[in-house]
């Protein structure tokens, strides 16, 4: 069973839902990041995060969460795996009305995949 996490809960892949209004989906708004992952331990964590929050901050989306905040969320994710290889993150502005600029105030959420 796929496990993923989103808006701060696990959940299995099938009862996983984003909205259809999701402007990560209508509009691409998003930024995803993928972190090896070797003997257990995820790779170069503060790098990743470092380029995540950049790449965050380039498009105007706040982060989610703080560095521990996603520590303890991927190491949690990872430990829903029999075998893990990489953890694949993904961070996306929050539904919205379908117009092109980007709110002003976004709280996005974050669904974690396998």
């Known amino acids: 069973m796929n496990i993923v996490y989103l808006n701060n809960e696990f959940l299995s892949a099938d009862q996983a839902c984003v909205p259809v209004l999701d402007r990560g989906f ?20 503060n790098e990743h995060l470092q380029r995540l929050q950049n790449s965050l901050s380039a498009v105007r989306i706040p982060n989610p969460l703080n560095h521990a905040g996603w520590g303890t969320m991927l190491n949690e994710n990872s430990s829903h795996k029999m075998k893990v290889t990489s953890s694949r993150f993904t961070c996306k502005s929050p539904v919205a009305v379908r117009n092109v600029s980007t709110p002003c105030r976004m709280i996005p959420y974050l669904p974690c995949l396998p």
């Open 26 to 45: 209508i509009f691409g708004d998003g930024v995803y990041e993928v972190i090896p992952v070797y003997g257990g331990k995820l790779f170069r964590l």
